[in-house]
């Protein structure tokens, strides 16, 4: 959204946005940041449809929404981009919590599909699920910071970016890396980025927790395979994101993942059961 805003200011729009995160570094548009109030998880989720739908938004020409806006009224100025389907979230839930969890909100998923306005999708496999959501606008990368650097580490790398017992499978990537992958590559070293800090101590562990951009865009620079392991992506960003700073690309076949890649060709599809080969053959081939 932050990319986006600052497009369309570049553009000659009067930009406003409206997020519970704080104003990022770099924006070049207005931000007003809400509040939230409650710490209870269900009514934690529905808050930010609740304070979308209190905006006073009579000065604005469109209003567009990247989530939450299944309380608003009918609007015709309205667009709504989906990044994806709590469907499929349901379909590949862990624990029954999580899957009731998701169901309801594909519910109010439908519920912002029946209202007026425009609906677009990131993907073919986000709208297969979503009523009258046809028109797909995929993710894109600024290809003026992510490209290739010649600071690759000197033994082999892994990358994965996401948590460990969601679909993002962080713990399944762990645990094939410290029993298999480092018996064949000692010097071998997982680079883990996300909300989850990776405490054992393991030197060929290193748990950086959230990062910023630059951060991040070395980080892609450096390593030798970024590892898309999670059961289900509504497009998966990083792995394009790994492609544009020339980082090889191994992931687990899933709706939306083979939207962008084509196997043998601009990355490695494969399954749980082939993967560690998979890393082992790129390992070789470096």
Known sequence: MHRLANELVKSGHDVT?????????HANYNHIKLSRRSTYKLLYKFEPALCFSRIKNMDFEILHYHGDDYFIRHEKRRVRTFYGSAFYEALYARKISRFLYQCLFYIFELMSCMLTGVKTGISKTTCKVLPSVTTIIPCGVPLDNYIPADIKTQYPSL?????????KQGDY????????????????????IGPQKYNKNIDSVR???NVNENTLIKEYQKAWIYCMVSSY???????IEAMACGTAVVAINSPGITEIITDNYNGRICNKKNILREIQMIIKEK
């Open 173 to 192: 990537l762990l645990n094939i890396f410290i029993n298999d992958i480092l018996k064949g590559y000692p010097g071998c070293i997982l680079t883990i």
């Open 17 to 25: 946005c409206f997020s519970f995160s704080s104003k990022p570094e």
């Open 207 to 209: 748990s950086l927790g």
């Open 233 to 239: 992506e509504g497009f998966g960003v990083p792995c």
């Open 159 to 167: 990358l994965f970016l996401g948590d460990f017992s969601s679909r």
